[in-house]
């Protein structure tokens, strides 16, 4: 069981910056995969960002050149830059560890974005 805390979320003006954090409870290189996801109020939780255990990223279209996933061993915690940020990005973020084809989630912060 891999729990997850992040942090770092909270109200932003448009156009601002916030960088969220993620720390799981094991080692972070032998995760496979930790992914920020968000779920926006009555929409569908949708995948942000991702970053493989052996260094590839990828990002949802919506947030690319804007965004940066990144990983820092010596603080086990992956980091997601959110920049130049928008109103419709208001949501609750999700941290996920995916391990060995199991999948576990954070609890989970929110970011607000006012216009």
């Known amino acids: 069981q891999v729990q997850l805390v992040e942090s770092g979320g909270g109200l932003v003006q448009a156009g601002g910056s916030l960088r969220l954090s993620c720390e799981p409870s094991?080692?972070?290189?032998?995760?496979?995969?930790i992914a920020w996801y968000r779920q926006a109020p009555e929409k569908q939780r949708e995948l942000v960002a991702l970053y493989t255990t052996d260094g590839s990223t990828n990002y949802a279209d919506s947030v690319k050149g804007r965004f940066t996933i990144s990983r820092d061993n010596a603080k086990n915690t992956v980091y997601l830059q959110m920049n130049s940020l928008k109103p419709e990005e208001t949501a609750v973020y999700y941290c996920?560890?995916?391990?060995?084809?199991?999948?576990?989630w954070g609890q989970g912060t929110q970011v607000t974005v006012s216009a």
């Open positions: 094991e080692n972070i290189v032998s995760i496979n995969v």
């Open positions: 996920t560890a995916n391990k060995f084809g199991n999948l576990y």
